[in-house]
């Protein structure tokens, strides 16, 4: 069964300094990995995504994140935080067996960005 | 709009009372997933459809929830007899294909839903 684990609920940051999400996953078989963002009352919006291709992905908003196999992680880092950045993110895995690609989500990490 | 979308945005339901939640995915998506997002958590599936078929109810928490997708476009999430562990943000996520094990599924606003 696949699972996805959010290392910190809550994560604050200077503006202009590191981001970094930290996601385990545990998965039998070569996962699919999405990182998605949740800002207050609108929808999840995708950050990017891992499909088995490279092992850097780069996603919107200057955020990427690095599949490693070895680490079963996928964590999300961007250079410089912005104060847009101040959110919640998602990450998730694909459910294998069953319907085609429902998502298994983390419980998510809520991102502030101080002045 | 492009977007998908969800009505009401906040429903207050009396314990024991019905709801219906609708969603209105994106024009031409076959694939249509609903969530549970219960507060402090990431969201949980509960039920998926390919078009008309619900293909997967495997989430849905007990038979008071039932859904469906009768012209595979416009859904409906019901919920009878509500609960007050019930209460949490309903999403619906439509996607283009039929294999969304890796394309993007895209996330509606959500239904806010409380039970008192």
Redesign the interface.
Known sequence: AQSVTQLGSHVSVSEGALVLLRCNYSSSVPPYLFWYVQYPNQGLQLLLKYTSAATLVKGINGFEAEFKKSETSFHLTKPSAHMSDAAEYFCAVTRWGGSQGNLIFGKGTKLSVKP | GA??SQSPRYKVAKRGQDVALRCDPISGHV?L?W?QQAL??????LT?F?NEAQ??K??LPSDRFFAERPEGSVSTLKIQRTQQEDSAVY?C?S?LG?????????????TRLTVL
């Open positions: 977007g998908v694939s997933f969530y402090g958590q990431g969201p949980e599936f998926y390919q293909l997967d495997s989430g999403l996520a996607s039929t294999d969304s094990s890796y394309n993007e599924q895209f996330f509606g606003p959500g």
